[in-house]
Structure formats: structure tokens, C-alpha cells
């Protein structure tokens, strides 16, 4: 398989992601590929107020605002280890945030950066810890003008 010019790896820090990381270096080449980092926010958390056990308006707001700012920590972090990681091993890399739906948003960046290869990771194991946010896996392959690699998690 010949090194495309642009692969789209879809990361947010899990196990499944580093498993779709590793996969990524191994079909890239330095000093010719590079790598779009994807990490999306799910969708999921625009809803999460605490409505259930907060009992005020100005108490909600304020929780809003301390998910979002954990949200935003854990993303600069994941970014800078991810830019990092690349460089050590003489990669480029861009990176691009997104808040949406996982499968509509791998969908519209591969298009943008004119992606050659995607590349993500594999669903989580049952009775692993974490966030369960899904990618739509038929909506982002009939999506896609490119070829998906998934890592695997044997």
C-alpha cells in the first residue's frame, strides 16, 4: 500500500484511538504523509445540565460551564500529546476539533483536507469503562470518497 499524502485519524485518547494511532504510523511515511488529527466532541454533551439534581438556573449555568471547561482541558491535551507524537516520529500534522456527530464529522473533514486514507479505531470491548459514543460505521463508509482502515482490538 503506497503512503497517502493525507490520512485523517480519528483520535480522542481511548484505547481503541491508540490502537487506530499505531495503525496510522504504520501507513504513514515521514516527510510525505500527513496526519489530520480528528477529535470530535459528541454531540451528547450539549445537553448535560445536571437538570436532575441542580435546583437553579444560575446553579445549571455554572455547571455548563465547568463541563465545558474540563472538555476543553482534555482536548488541548489530547492535541498536544497527538502533535507532539507525530513530530517525534517526523510526521506532520494538522489537527481540527469539531462538536457533532463522530460519523458526520469524519465524513466532512476527510473531504476538506482531500483525505487519501481514514483511519479510527475499533468499537470498545463490552465492560470496559467510558464514554459509548458510537461511530455510525455505515454512514461513514458510504460517506467517504476514500478508503477506511479500523483498527483492530485482538
Given at each position: 500500500?503506497?503512503?497517502?499524502?493525507?490520512?485523517?485519524?480519528?483520535?480522542?485518547?481511548?484505547?481503541?484511538?491508540?490502537?487506530?494511532?499505531?495503525?496510522a504510523?504504520?501507513?504513514?511515511e515521514?516527510g510525505q504523509?500527513?496526519?489530520?488529527?480528528?477529535?470530535?466532541?459528541?454531540?451528547?454533551?450539549?445537553?448535560?445540565?445536571?437538570?436532575?439534581?441542580?435546583?437553579n438556573?444560575?446553579?445549571?449555568?455554572?455547571?455548563?460551564?465547568?463541563?465545558e471547561?474540563?472538555?476543553?482541558?482534555d482536548?488541548?491535551?489530547?492535541?498536544?500529546?497527538?502533535?507532539?507524537?507525530?513530530?517525534?516520529?517526523?510526521?506532520?500534522?494538522?489537527?481540527v476539533?469539531r462538536?457533532?456527530?463522530?460519523?458526520?464529522?469524519?465524513?466532512?473533514?476527510?473531504?476538506?483536507?482531500?483525505?487519501?486514507?481514514?483511519?479510527?479505531?475499533?468499537?470498545?470491548?463490552?465492560?470496559?469503562?467510558?464514554?459509548?459514543?458510537?461511530?455510525?460505521?455505515?454512514?461513514?463508509?458510504?460517506?467517504?470518497?476514500?478508503?477506511?482502515?479500523?483498527?483492530?482490538g485482538?
Amino acid at each position: 500500500m503506497q503512503a497517502p499524502s493525507v490520512l485523517l485519524l480519528c483520535h480522542h485518547g481511548t484505547g481503541g484511538a491508540a490502537l487506530a494511532e499505531q495503525l496510522a504510523y504504520a501507513v504513514a511515511e515521514p516527510g510525505q504523509t500527513t496526519i489530520v488529527h480528528c477529535l470530535v466532541v459528541p454531540e451528547l454533551w450539549a445537553g448535560m445540565q445536571g437538570d436532575d439534581w441542580l435546583n437553579n438556573a444560575s446553579t445549571r449555568d455554572s455547571f455548563a460551564h465547568y463541563v465545558e471547561q474540563l472538555l476543553e482541558k482534555d482536548a488541548k491535551l489530547e492535541l498536544a500529546a497527538m502533535a507532539a507524537r507525530c513530530s517525534g516520529r517526523g510526521l506532520a500534522c494538522r489537527q481540527v476539533v469539531r462538536f457533532g456527530d463522530p460519523a458526520d464529522c469524519a465524513v466532512a473533514i476527510a473531504a476538506e483536507e482531500k483525505a487519501g486514507l481514514v483511519v479510527i479505531g475499533p468499537p470498545r470491548p463490552k465492560g470496559l469503562p467510558g464514554l459509548r459514543s458510537r461511530m455510525d460505521l455505515e454512514r461513514l463508509v458510504r460517506g467517504l470518497a476514500c478508503p477506511l482502515l479500523v483498527a483492530s482490538g485482538k
